[in-house]
């Protein structure tokens, strides 16, 4: 508290009283209403039972954990391993769409840092930027015709004769992946870049004068400077990832399910808010579990994130 | 253990400008060779060129006789230290130091032992666990120099490694880096627009301007007798009054320039007609107040004296011409001089070089 009194001093010294309070009341009211009170809302949701309006507020309105039993043993009989392999599943599917986006962005990010300039570096900035000009739902489609039996690729394929009958990229989740990946590209993008912009030329120069190979400049020198911007933006792609519903509802095989549909077949199919928003509760929950876990293991500090 | 390195008609274009223009010469094994120019003459350029950062446009680059054409800076006997000197920021010094060992595949164990001598022979032990940017400036300068020679360079290119140093420390550096070159024996290729650096720790000097070699010799030399009017003016201070060549007898000229007949020397056996048209560099060290003995005087007014600590700056004029007149603060130069007062100033003119006005190719 002090701490926080000490930062609002001295913004009060450098902007005036009104900028401040301005920025404080902005801040207060975004943090508090828009991101704390939805989210106690819903943990508070995920306690209750699924009443009759006219049995809320009654004796039979208490909290509750049936909500996240049910994902652990169903109505009691037995694991609910169906919903668990499907959050698991989800988890990995997110974790293979960001492997997908570093291996991808990296280059592209080094790249436009180091080596584009003027046209080519505009114009790969709009490339990436376009992307997002495109509304989710269009977009998921587009890639629907693009992968569908008849679509371009089999046609493509067909007509030179590479396959004879069509591929099912819906069905193996080739749809599905490129989607999201393709997706959340320029979130991975610019934080590398971001990082990578700051590296001295000279320094990888340097490295090739005393003979380090080309993988080894990147592996040694760029490498480790990009790694944070690595890990902000493993950690936007892979949440984002997680949590998508489009995409995994209209390029998704039959047979995948995502987790975010799940939690999306309770509120509004089985309109069980209750539950939905237990299940919303255990995929935030594992997801942040997940990226702590990783920034452990990858020895990234929250801090570094945050630059 | 060290290699010549020879430019055999190094040329270097960039479009259309001629970044070096026909670079001839030797560097012998062992030494301790400098190029000296103002930014933008090439001598960045030449340096990269012969690390094999960048591929002459004509001409070769020969390396203990080996035509150095498409081999990869990886793969020269060459080491470059860069004016920011590129240490690695995320790495420890003795990591920094150890890093062409680590390409090669040499063991931890064995790396570390290595850095470890290096800092030794660099004088500064014990810093190897440090991150770099612990050290001060010097010192990184040092761990730089390190870096490069565990390379196992046969050649050591330094661009301007002290430009980013205090005047001090870039003083101490000199002799350091000249210590440090005596003791490992390697060729030291030195760039540098510092003309106090080059001749201090040079054995031989090129000088540049344009793109082009003005001239190659050891220090004095380039200093006592330039062979263009860019190195004259360049190198040093120097008072610089145009005329035309009135007779030349051997290699005495007299130039009648607007303060009167002034006799010199033809720099590099030229020979010229009367009437070319020259300029006479004269040294402030080189002219004296008052009249000597068989010295040509020029009579002079006083406009200003400078007391700059170990000398005191004469400024003299005649007929607009500016002269520039040094004289040691020894005690012993009498009472000082006021403005508006004429004196003579003399020199000798063996020391004198009339020199081209245009600059030659």
């Given amino acids: 508290m002090d701490r926080l009194k000490s930062v609002f001093d001295e913004f009060v010294s450098r902007h005036g009283i009104g900028v401040a309070l301005f920025i404080s009341l902005t801040v207060l009211v975004w943090v508090l209403v828009l991101i704390a009170l939805p989210q106690v809302a819903m943990l508070d949701y995920s306690f209750r039972h699924n009443l009759s309006p006219q049995d809320i507020g009654g004796p039979q309105d208490v909290y509750t954990l049936s909500n996240y039993g049910f994902f652990l043993f169903r109505d009691g009989s037995g694991t609910n391993t169906l919903d668990m392999g499907v959050l698991g599943k989800t988890i990995l599917a997110s974790v293979l769409v960001t492997i997908i986006d570093v291996i991808v962005c990296y280059p592209i990010a080094f790249i436009l840092a180091h080596s584009a300039t003027g046209v080519a570096a505009r114009l790969m900035i709009l490339g990436l930027i376009v992307p997002f000009w495109v509304n989710e739902i269009l977009r998921a489609f587009a890639f629907r015709v693009i992968f569908g039996a008849t679509g371009l ?46 590296l001295d030329r000279n320094q990888i120069e340097a490295a090739q004068d005393m003979g380090a190979s080309w993988w080894r400049v990147h592996w040694r020198i760029v490498l480790p400077v990009a790694k944070p911007g690595i890990a902000s933006g493993a950690t936007m792609v892979f949440m984002l990832t997680a949590g998508a519903l489009a995409a995994p509802q209209i390029l998704g095989g039959p047979s995948n399910l995502w987790f975010t549909q799940l939690v999306y077949q309770w509120f509004s199919d089985a309109g069980n808010w209750q539950r939905g928003s237990a299940y919303a509760a255990i995929l935030l929950v594992t997801c942040l579990g997940f990226v702590l876990l990783m920034m452990k293991v990858f020895k990234v500090n929250i801090g570094a994130i945050g630059r | ?31 301790f060779f400098s190029f000296l120019g103002p930014s933008g003459c090439g001598k960045t350029t030449l340096l990269r060129c012969i690390s094999g950062f960048i591929e002459p446009t004509e001409g070769r680059v020969l390396i203990g006789g080996n035509d150095m054409r498409r081999v990869g800076p990886n793969k020269r006997p060459t080491a470059l230290i860069f004016q920011n000197l590129a240490l690695f920021p995320l790495m420890s010094v003795a990591e920094n130091i150890a890093f062409p060992l680590e390409v090669r595949g040499v063991g ?105 070699v003005q001239q190659i010799d050891v220090p004095e030399v380039i200093y006592d007798r330039p062979r263009t009017a860019f190195v004259a003016s360049f190198v040093g201070e120097t008072n610089a009054i145009s005329g035309k060549v009135a007779s030349q007898s ?77 004289r040691v603060n020894s005690g012993s130069e009498g009472a000082p001089l006021v403005p508006g007062q004429v004196v003579k100033a003399s020199y000798n003119p063996e020391k004198a070089w009339a020199l081209p006005a245009t600059p030659e190719a």
């Fill in chain 2, 108 to 212: 931890r164990k064995e790396r570390r032992r290595r850095a470890d001598e290096l800092l030794d022979l660099i004088a500064l032990p014990g810093v190897g666990d440090k991150k770099v940017y612990e050290l001060s400036g010097g010192q990184r300068q040092r761990v730089a120099i390190a870096r490069a020679l565990a390379v196992e360079p046969d050649i050591l290119l330094l661009d301007e490694p002290l430009s980013a140093l205090d005047l001090k420390l870039r003083h101490h550096m000199r002799t350091e880096l000249r210590s440090i070159q005596k003791r490992v024996g390697l060729t030291f290729i030195y760039i540098t627009h510092d003309q106090g650096e080059a001749l201090t720790m040079s054995d031989r000097v090129a000088v540049m301007s344009a793109g082009v």
């Fill in chain 2, 250 to 326: 051997g290699g005495d000229v007299v130039v009648d320039t607007p303060i009167g007949m002034l006799p010199g020397r033809a720099s590099g056996g030229r020979s010229y007609a009367p009437g070319d048209i020259v300029t006479l560099f004269i040294r402030p060290e080189q002219l004296a107040v008052g009249e000597a003995a068989n010295a040509p005087s020029i009579s002079c007014t006083v406009v200003k004296e400078e007391f700059e600590g170990s000398v005191r700056n004469l400024f003299l004029e005649d007929k607009g011409i500016p002269l520039r007149l040094s």
């Fill in chain 1, 153 to 198: 690729i089999n046609g493509v394929g067909m007509s030179l004769g590479f396959w004879d009958v069509p591929i099912d990229f819906i069905r193996a989740n080739v749809a599905l992946y490129s989607g999201l990946t393709y997706t959340y590209i320029l979130l991975m993008v610019f934080p590398i870049y971001n990082a990578v912009e700051a």
């Fill in chain 2, 1 to 31: 253990m060290t290699k010549d390195v020879a430019l055999d008609h190094v040329t270097i274009r960039f479009g259309s400008h001629t970044a070096v223009d026909n670079a001839l010469l030797t560097i012998q094994g062992g030494e």
